[in-house]
């Protein structure tokens, strides 16, 4: 069965970076483009980026331009987020998603 | 950027009563291949969000039947014939047609 596996939660300081996986399975990885969508605190959805796994091709939501990168090892799977200069505001769960099939969720906390 | 707005914001409904969700896209949802990409999702308290329905009317592998998706162009409808326990939760339009990606506000939905 499809599923999208991530990486544990994190707590970062502010200005620091936070890198997340997502391990997929269950199907061709390379078939599906890999979005990032994060929930903040009792607040809705929000897409940040999206990666084409078997060309490398990235696309990222204006707001997180220039923070955000998204990455993939293609030999194990595995989909990466990594934003930088965190602040308070980036507090939220960051969930991969295929579109029909969503990750778990990584809560990541900027705290001082 | 393509806006999706939901109505309304928050429903209260007797089991066994049918419920209606709208959500309205600021541009056509409907692609030159004749597609039109506006998704359901439903998020559980605590839960990553699971599709329902995806282009307008199509039910996701195991969505119960009484779910069920309808419109075209900017205007579509969510409906539940009879509302059960378990459908309780935030109930989430999306449109995937651009990037970015954009959600509705949610609907939060609970038993009377």
């Known amino acids: 069965q499809v599923q999208l596996v991530q990486s544990g939660a994190e707590v970062k300081k502010p200005g620091a970076s936070v890198k997340v996986s997502c391990k997929a399975s269950?199907?061709?990885?390379?078939?599906?483009?890999i979005n990032w969508v994060r929930q903040a605190p009792g607040q809705g959805l929000e897409w940040m980026a999206y990666m084409t796994p078997s060309s490398g091709n990235t696309g990222y939501a204006q707001k997180f331009q220039g923070r955000v990168t998204v990455t993939r090892s293609t030999s194990i799977g595995t989909a990466y987020m990594e934003l930088s200069s965190l602040t308070s505001e980036d507090t939220a769960v960051y969930y991969c998603?295929?579109?029909?099939?969503w990750g778990q969720g990584t809560l990541v906390t900027v705290s001082s | 950027d393509i806006v999706m707005t939901q109505t309304p914001l928050s429903l209260s409904v007797t089991p066994g009563q049918p419920a209606s969700i709208s959500c309205k896209s600021s541009q056509s949802l409907r692609h030159s291949d004749g597609k039109t990409f506006l998704y359901w999702y439903l998020q559980r308290p605590g839960q990553s969000p699971q599709l329902l329905i995806y282009?307008?009317?199509n039910r996701f592998s195991g969505v119960p039947d009484r779910f069920s998706g309808s419109g075209s162009g900017t205007d579509f409808t969510l409906k539940i014939s009879r509302v059960e326990a378990e459908d309780v939760g935030v109930y989430y339009c999306m449109q995937s047609i651009e990037t970015p990606w954009a959600f509705g506000q949610g609907t939060k939905v609970e038993i009377k």
């Open positions: 269950g199907y061709t990885f390379t078939s599906y483009d």
């Open positions: 282009e307008v009317s």
């Open positions: 998603s295929r579109g029909d099939f």
